[in-house]
T-cell receptor, first 113, second 111 residues
Framework: EAQVTQNPRYLITVTGKKLTVTCSQN?????MSWYRQDPGLGLRQIYY???????DKGDVPEGYKVSRKEKRNFPLILESPSPNQTSLYFC????????????FGPGTRLTVL | KQEVTQIPAALSVPEGENLVLNCSFT??????LQWFRQDPGKGLTSLLL?????REQTSGRLNASLDKSSGRSTLYIAASQPGDSATYLC??????????FGRGTSLIVHP
């Protein structure tokens, strides 16, 4: 089954404790991205990657890191999480520039205390 | 910079009504427009994808149209059901690698 998976689905952590949210897709998509969704602000893109070893900042990259060592995986790293990073996070993938549409993961609910 | 607006922000209708959700965008140089459904606290489910060369797409009770020149898309839902209650998002993909999302229309269909 074609899908985007994220882990963990739910995470409660404390300020400053490094964490990684994994994202994996099995559709051989070149393009992957991370979004955060907050009430009243909608979906905002954090980082995106056009292919292996190619990443770039989205609209709200501060406080986040990413890497793309393999085509199928695109982890999101929070080196020192803060409470303002409490949010619902989505990973998405697509072919090229999304010409065939985007596929989203199920989301990761992160709470930073 | 592309801006996407969805109107109305919220909608409450009785079961059985036909309804129209609107999405407008400021830059007509797009590759495609995609409509999604999102249930509370859940992920995004793709409903319809319209390429820039297309005028409309249909899936079951859903029909989406695209008018690039006027920067508008509509999502038509026929014979609405309580199970259609969700937030509907449109996203526009253009020359950049950053798709632009609208804030969504929150739909409630009551029995």
């Amino acid at each position: 089954e074609a899908q985007v998976t994220q882990n963990p689905r739910y995470l409660i952590t404390v300020t400053g404790k490094k964490l990684t949210v994994t994202c994996s897709q099995n559709m051989n998509h070149e393009y992957m991205s991370w979004y955060r969704q907050d009430p009243g602000l909608g979906l905002r893109q954090i980082y995106y990657s056009m292919n292996v070893e190619v990443t770039d900042k989205g609209d709200v990259p501060e406080g986040y890191k990413v890497s793309r060592k393999e085509k199928r995986n695109f982890p999101l790293i929070l080196e020192s999480p803060s409470p303002n990073q409490t949010s619902l996070y989505f990973c998405a993938s697509s072919h090229g520039q999304g010409r065939r549409g985007q596929f989203f993961g199920p989301g990761t609910r992160l709470t930073v205390l | 910079k592309q801006e996407v607006t969805q109107i109305p922000a919220a909608l409450s209708v009785p079961e059985g009504e036909n309804l129209v959700l609107n999405c407008s965008f400021t830059d007509s140089a797009i590759y495609n427009l995609q409509w999604f459904r999102q249930d509370p606290g859940k992920g995004l489910t793709s409903l319809l994808l319209i390429q820039s060369s297309q005028r409309e797409q249909t899936s079951g009770r859903l029909n989406a149209s695209l008018d690039k020149s006027s920067g508008r898309s509509t999502l038509y839902i026929a014979a609405s059901q309580p199970g259609d209650s969700a937030t509907y998002l449109c996203a526009v993909s253009g020359g950049s690698y950053i798709p632009t999302f609208g804030r969504g229309t929150s739909l409630i269909v009551h029995p």
